[in-house]
């Protein structure tokens, strides 16, 4: 019996050795300690003519492919494995290989850098650079009449299979423009309003094109761009085809006029501003700050930016009660839970300042409270040169005139037109 009890405790004891074995197999990273980190060679070796064939799209179209069966027959053979993922942000691709198990997730990717490209891994264990390439060769600045054509024809082809993303048409008419070819740019976004009759950006952009266009500079600015019809906009509007139609600038704000809404009379101010349209630029912002503010469906950035370049532009103006009624806005939006982004005290209470005292400098008081409030938040402001304007209110210097310095680069002001590749 006392051999049998000895036996006993000699196997559980052999079993907890075995399964404290495994645990270590499996939790730890014991092959790292024998041989060092894994180098993912055979990832990067599948990996590296996807990166060679992306690098070579870019030297021929001067555009980073939109999808990996881009590269599908002419620098690869066939589409990569469903397990690369790739992806392209105004900051360049991003091209990486997932391999996870139950616990942990690791990405083999390429980082782009234009300076020192290299394969990374990241992920829940490591995040290290596995190899570093030299830069591709660099490409002339001008780009060749054959790589414009190609180029061309890259963007073509992105409409022709996506005609409805606005992006496609918007890259090729910022190219176009880019060239300055005014007149190729203007009929693409011809193109772009026959295929998306009711959207506002290629009415825009016609516009703005006019604006650029030699003969429009010399009659068509002062004229053409003038203040909203003062007849009462319907409730539809109907695009004209731009077939066999000379779609002039004026159309843009009679449009925006028939379809109102508070994004659309921001794009018309961008428009007058950029027109030097001051008076006319002003008269979009009151249509503004007439609606109650709200992003369009077609419309991804960030609304209370928005408000923040009209209400700028209104305070350098001197429009005291336009600048308070665009922050009041701002401010109620951001009590049903925005941005976190509270400009609007800074800039409401340099318009109450410059109203002046008022009924028993009742606007000093505001003014100053509304600073107060906003010295009393741990947010960062998009409104600049603070200390001198707390300061011109405290003295009740309403002669003050208050600048918020320039827009912030994140999120980046609204253009018309996309920045070329």
Same mark, same amino acid.
């Given at each position: 019996?006392? %051999? ?5 405790? $000699? ?11 495994? $645990? ?30 992306? $690098? ?12 990996? /069966? ?7 053979? %066939? ?5 690369? *993922? ?40 490591? !995040? ?35 005609? =409805? ?6 890259? %090729? ?20 309003? #026959?295929?998306? @009759? ?11 094109? #006019? ?17 909203? @019809? ?46 030097? !349209? ?27 930016? *928005? ?30 839970? =925005?941005?976190? /982004? ?37 947010? =960062?402001?998009?409104?600049? !040169? ?13 002669? *003050? ?13 609204? /253009? ?6």
């Amino acid at each position: 019996m006392f %051999k049998i009890w000895t036996y006993f405790r $000699y196997a559980v004891l052999l079993m907890a050795f075995i399964m404290l074995g495994f $645990y270590l197999l499996v939790a730890t990273p014991w092959q790292e300690w024998i041989f060092g980190p894994p180098t993912y060679a055979e990832v990067i070796a599948e990996g590296q003519p996807i990166v060679s064939a992306i $690098y070579k799209f870019k030297a021929d179209t001067g555009l980073w492919p939109q999808y990996l /069966e881009d590269l599908v027959p002419h620098y690869l053979p %066939k589409t990569p494995d469903y397990a690369w *993922y790739y992806t392209v942000t105004v900051d360049g691709p991003s091209l990486a290989k997932t391999r996870s198990t139950e616990k942990t997730r690791t990405h083999v990717g390429f980082d782009f850098n234009p300076t020192t490209p290299s394969w990374r891994v990241f992920g829940d264990l490591e !995040n290290r650079t596995l190899k570093t390439l030299p830069p591709p060769p660099t490409t002339a600045s001008a780009p060749s009449e054959s790589r414009t054509n190609a180029t061309l024809a890259e963007f073509d082809r992105r409409i022709k299979r996506e005609p =409805h993303v606005i992006d496609h048409s918007r890259n %090729k008419v910022s190219f176009l423009r880019n060239l300055h070819r005014l007149a190729d740019a203007r009929a693409a976004a011809g193109d772009c309003l #026959d295929n998306n @009759p009711t959207d506002y950006w290629p009415r825009l952009a016609i516009a703005a094109l #006019d604006l650029e266009s030699p003969a429009t500079q010399s009659s068509t600015q002062s004229s053409v761009l003038s203040t909203l @019809p003062s007849t009462e906009p319907s409730a539809t509007s109907t695009a004209p085809s731009t077939q066999n139609a000379d779609f002039m600038t004026q159309d843009f704000p009679t449009w925006v006029a028939a379809n109102p809404t508070y994004t659309h009379y921001f794009y018309l101010f961008i428009l007058q501003r950029d027109a030097h !349209n001051d008076a006319a630029a002003l008269d979009a912002i009151s249509h503004m700050a007439a609606l109650t503010p709200a992003l369009d469906p077609d419309d991804d950035r960030i609304l209370v930016f *928005y408000i923040f370049d009209a209400a700028r532009f209104a305070l350098a103006h001197e429009k005291w009660d336009l600048v308070i009624a665009l922050c009041d806005q701002w401010q109620k939006i951001e009590g049903e839970g =925005h941005t976190g /982004e509270l400009s609007y005290y800074a800039l409401r209470a340099a318009a109450l300042l410059a109203k002046g005292g008022g009924s028993g400098g009742v606007s000093y008081d505001n003014a100053l409270l509304d600073l107060n409030k906003l010295a009393a938040t741990l947010y =960062h402001t998009w409104a600049q !040169n603070l200390p001198a304007l707390r300061a011109a209110v405290k003295a009740k210097d309403s002669s *003050y005139r208050y600048d918020p310095g320039q827009p912030p680069l994140t999120p980046a002001p609204y /253009e018309i037109f996309a920045t070329p590749q």
